[in-house]
């Protein structure tokens, strides 16, 4: 396990934006009427596409509840518009401040001027955006370059015994950060390594059962497959049920390397099916409470928070799977 140190946050100065730590106006809108007292927070969630999602819903529900924050929860069920309306929905209810995880990096512009227009901060959740950086108050979420190269790593270790290696790859949702991120990062750390090529890639979706589609394809066009880097668990376990089912030992025939480290997949590793696993922490609900009521009370946040995880490989996981926690 390269263990780099558990979740939590390092404060990051903003590098990329150039921005400092953000200093929110009181968060603008005035309570949404509960007359409570209680800190209102709009919070749009991608879906429900996959084990990590799960967890982090659960965590932000439990944390906001935790943190007498009055929570106002919407599932986009995987639809970009169901965001950009739920932020909507938020402004016009005048909650004290919105969070999101964005489906996509693009679109976000209109609806974030219209929540700076309404002084309503947003505090962007897991994935970033291709937006002025000056609409949102801090993303708080992994590094997905760097995990695209965490991956690119494990396999440098997994695969140091073989002479080609033909990798397939599962990308997560087309145009959403953690794609876009864990390619450009994995891409990047192989470029000068000879022996590792992607034979083939093509994105499933983060979801089991478009990984298992996906993977089944990619068996029949390209035999040569003996490595397979999918940018979730999920995926990856999808894959595997294909890769059983073409005769194949996943985690012998094909090296495989994926991303998050839910509970599942941990198990996967430790029955010897997964070779390495990049860990991404969805337990982000504490933080983001936190950071909710500094932005509510004018405080200053970070522009960028990243979240810092560990990797396992196989001789890692029977150890730490007792106290995984999603
Ligand atoms: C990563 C997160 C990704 C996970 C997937 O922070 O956005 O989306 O890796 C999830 O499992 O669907």
Redesign the pocket.
């Known amino acids: 396990m390269i263990s780099r140190r558990s979740l939590l946050t390092a404060a990051v100065a903003a590098a990329a934006t150039g921005g400092l730590a953000a200093c929110a106006k009181d968060g603008g809108g005035t309570n949404t009427g509960n007359g409570n007292g209680k800190i209102t927070l709009g919070f749009s969630q991608?879906g429900s596409?996959?084990?990590?999602?799960t967890a982090?819903t659960k965590s932000i529900q439990e944390s906001a509840t935790a943190a007498g924050i009055d929570l106002k929860f919407s599932d986009a069920q995987g639809k970009e518009e169901n965001q950009i309306a739920a932020v909507r929905s938020f402004i016009q209810q005048k909650v004290d401040v919105i969070s999101f995880?964005p489906l996509k990096v693009t679109g976000w512009d209109t609806v974030l001027k219209e929540a700076k227009a309404a002084n309503i901060p947003v505090i962007l959740t897991?994935?970033g955006v291709e937006a002025d950086a000056s609409l949102y108050v801090s993303l708080l979420?992994?590094d997905?370059t760097e995990e695209g190269k965490r991956a690119a790593v494990m396999f440098k270790e997994i695969c140091k015994d073989m002479a080609a290696v033909n990798i397939a790859q599962l990308e997560?949702?087309t145009g959403?950060?953690?794609a876009i991120e864990?390619t450009k990062g994995f891409a990047e750390a192989i470029a000068s390594e000879t022996k590792f090529k992607i034979v083939v890639t093509q994105t499933g979706e983060?979801?089991r059962s478009k990984g298992k589609e996906v993977m089944e394809a990619f068996l029949k066009s390209h035999p040569e497959i003996n490595a397979l880097y999918a940018?979730?668990?999920?995926m990856g376990l999808g894959a595997i049920q294909a890769i059983e089912a073409a005769g194949k030992k996943p985690g012998t025939d094909i090296r495989i390397v994926t991303?998050?480290a839910?509970k599942d997949g941990m198990t996967a590793l430790a029955a010897g099916k997964i070779n390495g696993i990049v860990e991404?922490n969805?337990l982000l609900g504490p933080q983001l409470m936190e950071m909710v009521k500094k932005v509510k009370a004018g405080q200053t946040v970070e522009k960028r928070i990243i979240t810092i995880e560990k990797d396992f490989y196989q001789k890692d996981a029977a150890a730490a799977l007792p106290t995984r926690q999603y």
């Open positions: 991608t596409e996959s084990g990590w999602r982090n995880s897991d994935r979420g992994s997905f997560g949702s959403s950060a953690p864990r983060f979801t940018q979730n668990d999920d991303v998050d839910i991404c969805p």
